[in-house]
């Protein structure tokens, strides 16, 4: 499929120029090109790389590294992005802020004592509590799902450390990660009840590496109960080995994680406005937290790169849509916990600040899943089979995007609370298969992006994102009028 | 290529049963099938996996984890792996212990702490000294190679940080590494005579992870002049991206790392003696030390496994070959400094105990680049093209080894010194392709070994080994004569 895409790619290169000069020969609107032909000329732009996407990851990554949610790199990221949003040329640029605890890592290590000593690498998961000043130290327990640790009988664990030691299976589409992540999520609370010490966890990852993949787990009334480590997947398999030699294992794990109360995050907003109907909004949204291990490429400084440069090839245009497009860089994505219920995560702020304004908002997205190509067009149900819908197809069907069996259903965490509030969601799929070779871990630094599939996500989101906003199709429950074609 | 070799693998599976019914159909010496005959059938033997040489990588690499040089558990391996070569019927088993001052990692750190706080992946260089209790910091002052080291003024890093950014170039036969590795050996002293504090490393690799990869520096007068420390890829990636946006760069280094001075290692051996030349020996080496965070599974565990499971092979044959075999598990061939001149790392103990019988060692060749498949097959001199040379390449052609262009050269490390002394080397070249990217790294573990792979190189191994044995070959200086067949 790469192959293919990039035949594409190199077609639509020698195509690009010719589809410049078109665009910069469009007139004034009435005089304009179809929406359907302007979507197929912002798509070969993006395509043969007149974009900003790569330059956006790479100064974003570079300049600001790890950027954790109530940081001062987040924070100094934020106000980058939002005097760079001025500079591109859009409108209503702000940054709203809204307060949080933050989880700070620090150091961190565990090692195998008995029967020998070797060093493990671990990652502490987000949230999670320090162990004791110098360490704790128990006998390890494997359980092979989070099933197995639930059937353990209550007090079973006194004293030990629980691992869940399931292998993630690697899925297009990233569903091997909602079945294994369970373990990660529901773990730390399952083996403290029944008396654990600690938690491990066999890295909620594809990859086989000595690098942790770390996460956020459930906390109740402001805490994760025990200390909780995600295993990389050699150290994992070393356990498992040790234990299958017959050998009791014990490992001595130390964190000093800790807590800043009075920390703040912050959304980053800006538009083009549209041209007649400026107060319907096409919103778009990705994070620019990150976890801190890593420096946030992939999760999701792509994310910001491709909606940013999907609103710049708009913006550019010599005419608007005819509605608002709206781009906002969440804060606080994935680890921060509220200071009052409902201000944080990122997309929890965007819906108490905005909630007037909702009901204007007539679609939205997000890009969270790292910068592998797209390759299939989700809608809300009222669009779905609809001739908007057909119009898009003809647009990003060159460029390798299929049409999605059913309508768009999981929006993502950032615009999840938006769709709960009841505004229209599309996604664009994209190929997830190495995606969680690198999700969460210090690996997720920016020689892990590709250039040609990146820009290939912006094509198909500038396509898709102006058919939307130069049309009055209504998501919500009508059936759409067909774009003028 | 892989696929070849699969193909051939399955062949090889299909017919193996016949051939080990044949193998056991031998009868006495008299009778035996020629050379050539029993070299193809314990080929086949270990192409159907009918080899323990994944069971000891397994085993050696769970058991023990990492084996630095003169560590306990590199002490407790040879313990391990000597009662396992008696309890495998292997003749003249014992341990050759040796003096050495060890060289042990502690706690290790790094991070940017100017123009932001960013954290870094690093790994000490092996015999490099502890930075002060706190830590260093300073400007980092990056060159493009050793050479533009070198060609600073001296005195013109006085407190700066030297950085050599060079990459690594990707190469089937690892011919890249050389080209590298100059400034890993010879940086650290040139960065300290023109006045820097610190020096740092691109890692000498080809991966894109956040691993550095480790190794020996030059030292002299027992010390390697200023703490030294291998950046993983990405992040000598974003030192030079944070320079190229004409920001300062300023990082701070800590390491704790130690030496001892009263630690041994030792060489582990065992043979299968000889029918009626004992006295001449084909002596097969590996190490069985390993870099200190992974466990050394490419890096030798595949090497100990390889040679192990070809002596197994050929002592299993029902009756012996002419001349005796030995497998040496060298120590300390990674790290380690000599207490006396001679006395460390293995290879020269080796020679310092057994000068007297070198005469009589009759081939030699070690097996310490991981375990893909073995590609070509290099002679000593006096056996390039010769009979015995065709007689080898005939065996080894099915399972794709090719003859090399020019003789066996390099011996490597373990048994370069006894090549040194005049024994003829042979080399079984293997596909280097991916080795760079584990070498030295926390990420030398089980899982980076493709099993069918590993078979390869036993079947490579045994049936050269046997021709070499069963022969009464001079592979020092007289045109060999053919081998019976």
Redesign the interface.
């Given at each position: 499929m790469y192959a293919k895409i990039n035949v594409v790619a190199l077609a639509s290169r020698r195509a690009s120029l010719a589809a410049l000069c078109l665009l910069s020969g469009v007139g004034p609107v009435a005089g304009a090109p179809a929406p359907e032909v302007v979507a197929a000329q912002l798509r070969d732009a993006a395509m043969a790389g007149h974009t900003i996407a790569y330059s956006w990851v790479?100064?974003l990554t570079?300049?600001?590294?790890?950027r954790p949610a109530g940081s001062?790199?987040e924070q100094?990221a934020a106000a980058w992005a939002a005097a760079r949003f001025k500079a591109l040329g859009f409108e209503n640029v702000h940054i709203e802020a809204f307060p949080l605890t933050a989880w700070v890592r620090s150091?961190e290590?565990a090692e195998?004592t008995a029967?020998?000593?070797?060093?493990l690498?671990v990652a502490a998961l987000g949230e999670s509590p320090p162990t004791p000043a110098g360490g704790l130290e128990g006998d390890v327990v494997i359980f092979p799902t989070l099933g197995d640790l639930k059937a353990a009988a209550p007090g079973s664990l006194g004293g030990k450390i629980a691992l869940v030691a399931r292998r993630m299976v690697r899925m297009q589409d990233g569903s091997g990660y909602p079945v294994a992540v369970d373990a990660r999520v529901d773990g730390p609370h399952e083996a403290a009840q029944r008396g654990a010490s600690a938690f491990l966890l066999r890295s909620v990852g594809t990859d086989?590496?000595?690098?942790a993949h770390t996460g956020t787990t459930r906390y109740q009334d402001g805490r994760v109960p025990i200390p909780s480590f995600a295993l990389s997947?050699?150290d994992a398999?070393?356990l498992e080995?040790?234990a299958a030699?017959g050998q009791t294992v014990r490992v001595r794990l130390v964190s000093n994680a800790s807590y800043v109360r009075d920390a703040h995050s912050q959304n980053v907003i800006a538009e083009v406005r549209g041209r007649d109907r400026p107060q319907e909004i096409v919103m778009l949204g990705a994070h620019l937290d990150s976890w801190?291990?890593?420096?946030g490429a992939i999760d999701d400084g792509t994310g910001t790169a491709i909606i940013t440069a999907a609103l710049k090839l708009i913006g550019d245009l010599p005419h608007r849509p005819r509605r608002t497009v709206r781009v906002v860089l969440f804060g606080s994505e994935e680890v921060g916990q509220p200071v009052e219920p409902g201000s944080a995560f990122g997309g929890h702020s965007y819906v108490v600040n905005h909630r007037t304004e909702l009901a204007t908002h007539v679609l939205t997205s997000e890009s969270d899943f790292g910068a592998d190509r797209v390759y299939q067009l989700a809608l809300p149900p009222a669009a779905s089979g609809s001739p908007f819908a057909q119009a898009a197809l003809r647009v990003l069907g060159p460029i390798g995007v299929l049409a999605a069996p059913r309508p768009a259903a999981d929006a993502g965490t950032d615009v999840g609370p938006s769709v709960e509030a009841g505004v229209p969601a599309f996604t664009l799929s994209q190929d997830g298969t190495r995606y969680f070779d690198i999700h969460h871990?210090?690996?997720d630094?920016?020689?892990?992006v590709d250039r040609s599939q990146l820009d290939q996500n912006v094509a198909a989101w500038v396509a898709l994102v102006w058919l939307a906003a130069d049309s009055d199709v209504d998501f919500r429950t009508h059936v759409p009028t067909p774009p003028a074609n």
């Open positions: 790479s100064e570079t300049r600001f590294g790890p001062a790199n100094q150091t290590s195998i029967p020998n000593t070797q060093p690498v086989s590496h000595r690098i997947a050699p398999d070393q080995r040790l030699l801190d291990q890593g420096t871990t210090p690996d630094t920016l020689d892990k």
